[in-house]
């Protein structure tokens, strides 16, 4: 008995970075200029702006493209960042010992950066395949 396998064209990758030491506000500063843009667009801009949030975020973006290389096989070329997303994370709370016995507490924000990726490459396939359908369809009618 002959099996057919599903391949499931959608094809996205994500990666999570948590826990980062930054505030959201200025993460969010940053992944609102990659998103929607290119992979190899994407690390162009990141290397070239000046803020600290772009190290981390160009980390996120590398191993998630690392990850759909290696487990899906996808093209680096093709992909485009679909969804970035920056959430609060906990607030580490420390003191800071100060003169005659007191602390002063001090706290660190922290962040959750998800990248997603998307490869571009199958939607134009699917569409080329309907307009193929299509017209097919007007042929015989």
Same mark, same amino acid.
């Given at each position: 008995?002959?099996?057919?396998?599903?391949?499931?064209?959608?094809?996205?990758?994500?990666?999570?970075?948590?826990?980062?030491?930054?505030?959201?506000?200025?993460?969010?500063?940053?992944?609102?200029?990659?998103?929607?843009?290119?992979? %190899?667009?994407?690390?162009?801009?990141?290397?070239?702006?000046?803020?600290?949030?772009?190290?981390?975020?160009?980390?996120?973006?590398?191993?998630?493209?690392?990850?759909?290389?290696?487990?899906?096989?996808?093209? %680096?070329?093709?992909?485009?960042?679909?969804?970035?997303?920056?959430? %609060?994370?906990?607030?580490?709370?420390?003191?800071?010992?100060?003169?005659?016995?007191?602390?002063?507490?001090?706290?660190?924000?922290?962040?959750?950066?998800?990248?997603?990726?998307?490869?571009?490459?199958?939607? %134009?396939?699917?569409?080329?395949?309907?307009?193929?359908?299509?017209?097919?369809?007007?042929?015989?009618?």
């Amino acid at each position: 008995m002959i099996q057919k396998r599903k391949v499931k064209k959608y094809t996205e990758v994500y990666t999570l970075g948590q826990h980062i030491c930054m505030s959201a506000h200025k993460a969010r500063r940053v992944i609102d200029q990659i998103r929607g843009r290119s992979y %190899e667009e994407t690390l162009m801009i990141l290397e070239l702006m000046p803020y600290r949030a772009c190290y981390a975020i160009l980390k996120l973006v590398y191993s998630a493209a690392a990850n759909a290389n290696h487990n899906k096989g996808l093209n %680096e070329t093709s992909l485009i960042i679909s969804k970035a997303e920056v959430n %609060e994370g906990t607030t580490v709370k420390k003191l800071k010992p100060r003169a005659r016995g007191r602390g002063y507490p001090i706290k660190r924000s922290t962040c959750h950066i998800t990248i997603v990726l998307k490869d571009i490459s199958l939607d %134009e396939e699917e569409e080329i395949d309907k307009r193929k359908f299509y017209k097919l369809e007007l042929r015989n009618t």
